[in-house]
């Protein structure tokens, strides 16, 4: 791929982990219980960067909640936790 660079030693590696969350959807809105903590974590964040920008911003700034990201809310953590609880106590 680089013939100039045959035979030349690697100086350092740089390895990153890109976040996923557990369900594979991105997070998305405010930190329930928290109105001024908004948590935006996407393992595609860089291909909806701008899409996803300029929604969190009209978001933020106009405190208009907007169903674009419904399913991707924090919540739904803390719904699943709720519910797998309810299901245990029955």
Do not use: C, K
């Amino acid at each position: 791929m680089l013939p100039g660079a045959r035979g030349v030693g690697l100086q350092g590696l740089t390895l990153g982990f890109r976040p996923l969350p557990e369900d594979g959807f991105p997070i998305v809105g405010y930190l329930p219980g928290s109105d001024d903590v908004y948590i935006a974590v996407t393992h595609s964040g860089v291909t909806l960067a701008a899409i996803m920008g300029e929604t969190i911003r009209r978001e933020i700034l106009t405190d208009i909640t907007l169903d674009t990201f419904a399913p991707y809310r924090p919540q739904r953590f803390i719904d699943r936790v709720t519910n797998s609880q309810a299901f245990l106590h029955r």
